[in-house]
């Protein structure tokens, strides 16, 4: 087609950057004809780009290198490890794709760019390997189209710290951002004390396509025995429309409260809505389908606290969640 692939076939790093953006030291901006990327041709082994930073730099904003995605740009990182020092943004016009890599860091899309992730757009299925340790934060006027986004947040040493324990969304969204096709969240277990939000949706509104389908859950407390399930959805002034189908359910526990499905202000207002509390055990509390000010007008819904039972006990709600969510399993 035209277009290029950094292909070095063998393992490589690379952890300085020099500049191609006139008055920033640091930053790179991708030749719009590069197509693919690739830090290796064997899943498992990868290339690495940048270093790693304590996450409380991460936080802070304080990330020295900068990677820009520009219009125009349709590029798929392979079997890369992109470390925590790097600053994905993605530009009006470009688009991101991850195939079997982690980034550490986060990623921004601005309005007009696209992020995918675990999607191989050339055959159209969903694939495994890619998995963000950091967050993906969706502006206004963005896209996010077919991404299977798995979080691994918890338990990774970054730095010169040892292993981080956030509960912070995985993907954020802020002013109005577009989902295409399927989307799939999912929270890092339990760190010290809460399973991972796997969506924040922020003043303005995540609009659903029609056929599309968001399906986000929150990070369990299974790690350690009296973790709180994380919640799938955080609503700050947020809504979610549109003519796709959402499914929102809390994290499972084994002695923890259980995780909420969606929680916050604001209102949901999809064709189909399934939202589903997690169990819980024992003398634990048991997660909401809603908890907070959220409205619902959705014309098919299924809205379902969880349930409180002995400890011991089969979760009924496991094959019915499993049945439910079987049209994402199959894709």
Known sequence: NGLYAWDIMEP????????????????????????????????????????????????????????????????TFVNMKILSSVHIIVEDGGTLNLMDSTVQGIID???????????????KTFVTGASVCGQ????????????????????LANGDLTDRSTSDPVVTTTGNVTVKGNVFIQGDSAGTEIGQTALQVKDGTLTLEDGATLAAFGGDGTTLIYSQGGTAIKLDNGKIAGSGKLIAIGGNV???????????NGTLSTTETFLQGSTAFGTATPGKATGGTIKISSPKQSVKDGEQLDTGSDDPLGKQVSIQCLHWTNI
């Open 254 to 264: 084994l002695f923890g409260d259980g995780g909420n499905a969606v929680e916050g």
């Open 12 to 75: 490589w790093a690379i952890s300085k950057f020099g500049s191609n953006v006139n008055g920033e030291e640091e930053s790179v901006r991708v030749p719009a004809y590069l197509e693919a990327w690739f830090g290796s041709h064997e899943s498992g082994t990868y290339g690495y780009l940048g270093y790693d930073i304590a996450w409380k730099d991460v936080q802070s904003g304080n990330i020295p290198q900068i990677l820009y995605i520009p219009n125009g740009c349709n590029l």
């Open 109 to 123: 899309v601005q309005s007009g760019g696209t992020f995918s992730m675990n999607y191989d757009s050339f055959n």
């Open 136 to 155: 993906v934060r969706m502006a206004d006027g963005s896209i996010l189209e077919n991404a299977a986004v798995y979080s691994h947040a918890n338990y």
